[in-house]
């Protein structure tokens, strides 16, 4: 019993990678990975299929890589004699958790990035103390950084879609000569819906009636996405149109066009960004001087890919 006690220990004491001598765990790097994947498939990622086989040495790779930068953390918290249950810290944390909406989602967020509660709080702690002396931007920094990031204040071109997906060019015409004798032309929505659930090979057609929701441009292949934001609102494809999936009959509900963020109204959100934007530059730069100066050994196995 002692003698397999003694060999569980040894076991359990492997590490996976050490950081200036301080050693990260096999068994809890394997914790961390097995986290992380119920996570993943809460949001439907399927491990079994090639796609989800092929992430997942990035995903073991992401997470032994936030293991090394946790112990990075917690050393320059123990270096520089800092507290990770401040006042300061708690108020972050919880402004994170309300972003995130509630705890259940504040620990999956966790368990998916590969961190505990305790690295999370030591990060911000580091973090608060290095950009402690960055300045608000001046006016004209603003601007320059409203310049550069203006699109993320703007809002794009969108168009709120359905769509039907069949598997030949006849299925389609069909469907549109269908469609095109429709006399009730307030109907048509309904019944390009109904037509969805009926042919549409799309997997969720039949609960959602071709909705593709409202998208903007560079989420659809080429094809479709030229066809869907020629289309006036309220109209549907007159022509099948062909993509590596099949063949699709378009319905626009409604066209947005895009606008340009006026910089006045988004002035104060630009300054918030624009100061998160230094802090997170100049936290970077200290954080990969940290990680080149630090002696970072790896178990057989463990390497990163080059």
């Known amino acids: ?26 068994k809890d790097y394997d914790t961390r990975v097995a986290e992380a994947q119920k996570t993943y498939e809460k949001q439907g990622m399927k491990f079994d299929t090639e796609e989800g086989k092929a992430a997942i040495p990035q995903i073991k790779s992401q997470l032994l890589d936030r293991m090394i930068e946790g112990k990075l953390i917690a050393q320059e918290v123990k270096s520089q004699k800092l507290d990770p249950e401040s006042a300061k810290v708690k108020e972050q944390e919880e402004i994170i958790k309300k972003n995130l909406g509630d705890d259940a989602k504040f620990q999956d967020t966790l368990k998916q990035q590969g961190m505990s509660e305790a690295e999370l709080k030591n990060f911000l702690t580091v973090y608060e103390k290095i950009t402690a002396d960055v300045k608000a931007p001046t006016d004209p920094e603003v601007k320059a950084y409203f310049d550069k990031n203006v699109a993320n204040y703007s809002q794009p071109e969108t168009v709120k879609a ?15 000569t269908q469609l095109t004798a429709t006399k009730d032309k307030t109907t048509i929505l309904a019944q390009f819906e109904q037509l969805a659930k009926e042919k549409s090979t799309e997997q969720g057609a039949k609960d959602t009636g071709g909705d593709l929701g409202t ?3 560079g989420q659809m292949v080429p094809e479709f996405e030229t066809a869907a934001f020629a289309l006036k609102d309220g109209t549907f494809s007159t022509a099948p149109v062909k993509t590596e999936f099949g ?14 963020a006026d910089f006045a109204k988004v002035k104060d959100q630009a300054v918030q960004d ?17 990680r080149k100066k630090a002696k970072i050994e790896y178990a057989k196995g463990y390497q990163p890919a080059t």
């Not at 359905?162 to 549109?176: N, Y």
């Open 1 to 26: 019993m002692l003698v397999a006690t003694g060999c569980s220990s040894l076991v359990g004491g492997k590490w996976a990678v050490k950081v200036n001598g301080d050693s990260a765990l096999i």
């Open 162 to 176: 359905h769509h039907i997906l069949v598997k030949t060019e006849d299925e389609a015409k069909a469907i549109i």
């Open 215 to 217: 998208i903007s441009k």
């Open 247 to 260: 063949f699709h009959v378009i319905f626009v509900e409604k066209h947005t066009p895009a606008t340009v």
């Open 274 to 290: 624009a100061l998160i934007a230094a802090k997170d530059q100049k936290f970077g730069t200290y954080f990969d001087d940290l």
